[in-house]
Every structure is written in C-alpha cells, then in structure tokens.
C-alpha cells in the first residue's frame, strides 16, 4: 500500500527530506528509478519514503501526489542554468551530471526545497 502526503513533524515533507530518508542503505544508480533492491536513483530515493522500491512499483500520479513541487515548481538548472520542472532537474543532475544523491540533497537544502 502506497502512501498520499508523506508527513513529517506535521508538515509535508520536503524533498531533501525525502531522499535522505529514501537513500538510506542504497546506492546510487542513473538512467532507471530502482536496480535490484539495493541502488536507487535521486527521484527513486524520494519515491521510497512512499513504498516504492522497484521499478514495478513505480506510479508517477503517486509521486506527484505526494510530492508536487517535483511536477509543479520550476527551478533554474545549477548546471545548465536554464528553468525547468524540478522533477526534470534532478533527473539531470542525478544521470547526466553524475552529482551524487548527497549534492542533490544539499542543492534542494540551499532552495528551500
């Protein structure tokens, strides 16, 4: 069972939350949410904290539900410096930057996210 709004000292979560959490006794893997159970990519840390562990369990409404700024906020690219989804960002910055999970969870930190 997936959860809806992931909560934590009774506000929602934030996306740095999220992957912190999710990312925890994983390593990191590009180009796919989930490898196996043990690697997960920067968006599969975050989708973790909401049940999904394997790429079969991946449901993109849910992760939207529970994590609207990823489908609803645009961010400048760090890298690229161009406006994005957040959700295509990170994506980026995990599979074709190479920045590791950690450095993502730092940016999202220094943007409030």
């Known amino acids: 069972m997936l959860i809806v709004n992931v909560f934590v000292k009774g506000k929602i979560m934030k996306l740095s939350e999220a992957m912190l959490k999710g990312m925890k006794g994983t390593k990191k893997c ?12 920067a968006v599969g840390a975050i989708c973790r904290t909401i049940g ?7 449901n ?7 994590f609207p700024d990823l489908r609803d906020e645009n961010v400048v690219h760090p890298v690229l410096k161009h406006s994005s989804w957040m ?3 990170i994506t980026d910055l995990n599979d074709n930057h190479n920045w590791s999970r ?9 943007i409030g996210k």
């Open 60 to 66: 993109n409404v849910l992760m939207f539900e529970n």
């Open 30 to 41: 590009k180009q796919t949410y989930f490898e196996g159970k043990t690697r997960c990519c």
């Open 87 to 89: 959700f295509h960002v």
């Open 52 to 58: 999904m562990k394997h790429n079969d369990d991946f």
């Open 102 to 110: 950690l450095k993502i969870v730092n940016w999202l930190k220094s």
